[in-house]
């Protein structure tokens, strides 16, 4: 049965996202988009919630909607914002196409209290049979772009962005990855190796 | 070759005396006397009482009061925002943004537009009476500061009885008012979105300032600044300032566009001084236009007060400190192609909320149309200030 103020639906690694963050708390959204995340925690989670964006088209669509979201680039302006300004900072989808992704992540840990970043695994089976048997960088649903346009210049993988975390003492409240499908989630601290192979994405839950 | 120079000299001094028949006509509107028991204390020490100031409002304000926008117009603008100007009898100047069923909703809100202190369109100013002297104040008049003249709109704004504007809108010298009154009054403002401006004047836009005051001073029907005793008016300096000033509004592209190398009304170039160019003739028509409804003495302190305009220097050097604690709902706008307020300046202001963690939205428009884009019909600029405003009204129980 249909009622008022049901959560729509979103896609499902944004859904992830979502269900890792509290209601009723502060919200930074890093490369937000259109703000279909923002939206979702603003309406279905009562947060306050703000949006960094690159690009116009993004930016116009947030604002226009209602949402509180500034034109600006990750690489250069998280450093304005104070310590433990947000409860949650979110990064999603983005981690890969920033200049620097160690500074990135500091400052996400700085800013907010906890982090969520999702990324796509390079180690996904997929992935590493198109490179193996086609000889050919990866071009896929969740990695679209050729070689020489993709934003994304710093690839990685679920066990690389794991060790990451270890070497920067950063602690991992909980990680999942999801299959092709999205249907499967695995825990990756459960099965790493398995989560490598088959998870096509990965959420992390990260405290500072 | 000099006969055109005389020819065109002549030809400028006789419309500006036509002109200047319509100088002294009384302006419409609504009145109301300001200060008159308690004076308003100014950033350069004095007390002025008995302010008077010139307001327009456009609109209902609702039972409890809540749905009050507050307008600060520019260096040049003045209160007649949203309905045809008295003297110039041109569209006000948003009317495309301001009115029933426009982006700022006349039928929703309360719109209060007052003319600025220093002012030349009904509000207290330079070329007034001073009451002491029985004479116009002229360079008597006190250097007023953008502080100053948002001390005095929130004295109208008391007047009108309203504790809390829903919104402050203005660009240019309109957005310092906007950051000013979300710095100093920020428990009055709901949502506050300062547009094309700075939180503190550039050494490019004083330098540009100080070639329009010279033009004017340099005029030698300024006198000192006592010309209205004398019955003069430095309509030149004044006309050559806002020709200069206008520059600085266009961008390269929009007058390559509207103009190029185009010819006025000849076939060939006159091998003189007149206005062969149809970039020329328009500066011109600007700036003789302008001296029409524009008081000399009023342009050198409005361009004053902005130069001053330094919002980071109260609050020693750090812009953020200004809107530390801040509950204002911020919406900066900027345009892509505007010189004289460019996207870098709105920026800062952009950071120093970041940096108070203030809940600020920020948008750069695509616009090849310099600093005027801020006036004009754009298109996806309304969209996401209406956007940005109805979030807000949404979260303020405004009613659709």
Same mark, same amino acid.
């Given at each position: 049965?249909?009622?008022?103020?049901?959560?729509?639906?979103?896609?499902?690694?944004?859904?992830?996202?979502?269900?890792?963050?509290?209601?009723?708390?502060?919200?930074?959204?890093?490369?937000?988009?259109?703000?279909?995340?923002?939206d979702? +925690?603003?309406?279905?989670?009562?947060?306050?919630?703000?949006g960094?964006? !690159?690009?116009t088209? #993004?930016?116009? @669509?947030? /604002? *226009?909607?209602?949402?509180?979201?500034?034109?600006?680039?990750?690489?250069?302006?998280?450093?304005?914002y104070?310590?433990?300004?947000?409860?949650?900072?979110?990064?999603?989808?983005? +981690?890969?196409?920033?200049?620097?992704?160690?500074?990135?992540?500091?400052? !996400?840990l700085?800013? #907010?209290?906890? @982090?969520? /970043? *999702?990324?796509?695994?390079?180690?996904?089976?997929?992935?590493?049979?198109?490179?193996?048997?086609?000889?050919?960088?990866?071009v896929?649903?969740?990695?679209?772009?050729?070689?020489?346009?993709?934003?994304?210049?710093?690839?990685?993988?679920?066990?690389?962005?794991?060790?990451?975390?270890?070497?920067?003492?950063?602690?991992?409240?909980?990680?999942?990855?999801?299959?092709?499908?999205?249907?499967?989630?695995?825990?990756?601290?459960?099965?790493?190796?398995?989560?490598?192979?088959?998870?096509?994405?990965?959420?992390?839950?990260?405290?500072? | 070759?000099?006969r055109?120079e005389?020819?065109?000299t002549?030809?400028?001094?006789?419309?500006?005396?036509?002109?200047?028949?319509?100088?002294?006509?009384?302006?419409?509107?609504?009145?109301?006397?300001?200060?008159?028991?308690?004076?308003?204390?100014?950033?350069?020490?004095?007390?002025?009482?008995?302010?008077?100031?010139?307001?327009?409002?456009?609109?209902?304000?609702?039972?409890?009061?809540?749905?009050?926008?507050?307008?600060?117009?520019?260096?040049?603008?003045?209160?007649?925002?949203?309905?045809?100007?008295?003297?110039?009898?041109?569209?006000?100047?948003?009317?495309?943004?301001?009115?029933?069923?426009?982006?700022?909703?006349?039928?929703?809100?309360?719109?209060?537009?007052?003319?600025?202190?220093?002012?030349?369109?009904?509000?207290?100013?330079?070329?007034?009476?001073?009451?002491?002297?029985?004479?116009?104040?002229?360079?008597?008049?006190?250097?007023?500061?953008?502080?100053?003249m948002?001390?005095?709109?929130?004295?109208?704004?008391?007047?009108?009885?309203?504790?809390?504007?829903?919104?402050?809108?203005?660009?240019?010298?309109?957005?310092?008012?906007?950051?000013?009154?979300?710095?100093?009054?920020?428990?009055?403002?709901?949502?506050?979105?300062?547009?094309?401006?700075?939180?503190?004047?550039?050494?490019?836009?004083?330098?540009?300032?100080?070639?329009?005051?010279?033009?004017?001073?340099?005029?030698?029907?300024?006198?000192g600044?006592?010309?209205?005793?004398?019955?003069?008016?430095?309509?030149?300096?004044?006309?050559?300032?806002?020709?200069?000033?206008?520059?600085?509004?266009?961008?390269?592209?929009?007058?390559?566009?509207?103009?190029?190398?185009?010819l006025?009304?000849?076939?060939?170039?006159?091998?003189?001084?007149?206005?062969?160019?149809?970039?020329?003739?328009?500066?011109?028509?600007?700036?003789?236009?302008?001296?029409?409804?524009?008081?000399?003495?009023?342009?050198?302190?409005?361009?004053?007060?902005?130069?001053?305009?330094?919002?980071?220097?109260?609050?020693?050097?750090?812009?953020?400190?200004?809107?530390?604690?801040?509950?204002?709902?911020?919406?900066?706008?900027?345009?892509?192609?505007?010189?004289?307020?460019p996207?870098?300046?709105?920026?800062?202001?952009?950071?120093?909320?970041?940096?108070?963690?203030?809940?600020?939205?920020?948008?750069?428009?695509?616009?090849?149309?310099?600093?005027?884009?801020?006036?004009l019909?754009?298109?996806?600029?309304?969209?996401?200030?209406?956007?940005?405003?109805?979030?807000?009204?949404?979260?303020?129980?405004?009613?659709?």
């Amino acid at each position: 049965m249909m009622i008022e103020n049901q959560p729509k639906s979103i896609r499902i690694d944004l859904q992830i996202i979502a269900d890792m963050i509290e209601p009723d708390t502060r919200v930074l959204d890093v490369g937000c988009g259109t703000g279909t995340l923002l939206d979702y +925690l603003v309406h279905f989670k009562q947060v306050d919630g703000r949006g960094i964006e !690159l690009s116009t088209e #993004g930016v116009n @669509a947030c /604002v *226009s909607n209602g949402l509180s979201v500034i034109q600006g680039d990750a690489n250069i302006d998280l450093k304005d914002y104070p310590d433990q300004a947000f409860d949650y900072v979110v990064l999603s989808q983005t +981690l890969q196409a920033m200049n620097a992704p160690r500074e990135v992540l500091k400052q !996400l840990l700085r800013i #907010g209290r906890y @982090a969520v /970043v *999702s990324f796509p695994n390079f180690a996904h089976w997929r992935v590493r049979t198109h490179l193996v048997f086609k000889g050919r960088m990866p071009v896929s649903e969740t990695l679209p772009h050729q070689w020489y346009e993709t934003p994304n210049i710093h690839f990685c993988t679920i066990k690389d962005f794991t060790v990451l975390c270890k070497e920067m003492g950063i602690a991992v409240e909980r990680s999942l990855s999801l299959d092709h499908s999205g249907s499967v989630f695995r825990r990756i601290d459960m099965t790493p190796f398995l989560s490598n192979l088959f998870g096509e994405q990965a959420v992390f839950l990260l405290k500072g | 070759m000099r006969r055109n120079e005389e020819g065109r000299t002549l030809e400028m001094t006789t419309t500006l005396n036509e002109n200047a028949a319509n100088q002294d006509t009384e302006i419409p509107g609504l009145r109301v006397q300001l200060a008159q028991d308690e004076p308003v204390r100014l950033d350069c020490g004095v007390n002025l009482k008995d302010i008077t100031v010139a307001y327009q409002t456009y609109g209902q304000l609702n039972e409890n009061k809540s749905n009050a926008v507050l307008i600060c117009h520019a260096l040049t603008g003045d209160q007649f925002v949203a309905e045809t100007h008295p003297m110039t009898g041109k569209p006000g100047w948003w009317s495309e943004l301001v009115g029933s069923g426009k982006t700022i909703d006349t039928e929703r809100y309360f719109v209060i537009c007052s003319n600025i202190l220093s002012g030349c369109m009904g509000t207290t100013g330079p070329k007034d009476i001073n009451p002491e002297t029985g004479k116009a104040w002229g360079l008597n008049f006190p250097v007023t500061t953008v502080a100053d003249m948002v001390r005095v709109q929130a004295r109208l704004i008391d007047h009108l009885g309203i504790d809390q504007l829903f919104a402050v809108l203005g660009g240019s010298m309109g957005g310092m008012q906007v950051l000013e009154w979300a710095a100093k009054y920020s428990e009055r403002v709901f949502a506050a979105v300062p547009i094309a401006t700075a939180a503190r004047h550039s050494a490019q836009n004083i330098a540009f300032h100080e070639v329009g005051r010279q033009a004017i001073m340099a005029d030698p029907d300024w006198c000192g600044g006592d010309y209205p005793s004398q019955d003069k008016h430095p309509h030149r300096g004044l006309a050559v300032a806002r020709m200069a000033a206008h520059i600085t509004y266009l961008s390269q592209s929009a007058l390559h566009r509207k103009f190029g190398r185009k010819l006025q009304e000849r076939d060939a170039i006159s091998y003189g001084f007149d206005a062969d160019f149809q970039v020329e003739s328009y500066l011109r028509h600007q700036g003789i236009t302008f001296v029409d409804r524009f008081d000399a003495n009023s342009y050198l302190y409005t361009t004053r007060a902005m130069d001053y305009f330094d919002l980071g220097g109260d609050y020693e050097g750090v812009l953020a400190n200004a809107f530390r604690g801040t509950q204002t709902r911020f919406c900066v706008f900027s345009f892509t192609s505007d010189w004289l307020f460019p996207t870098e300046g709105n920026r800062e202001i952009v950071h120093a909320l970041n940096a108070v963690a203030a809940n600020v939205s920020f948008a750069e428009i695509e616009s090849d149309k310099g600093h005027d884009a801020f006036l004009l019909k754009e298109p996806e600029f309304f969209r996401v200030l209406g956007g940005f405003l109805e979030g807000a009204a949404e979260l303020r129980g405004l009613p659709k």
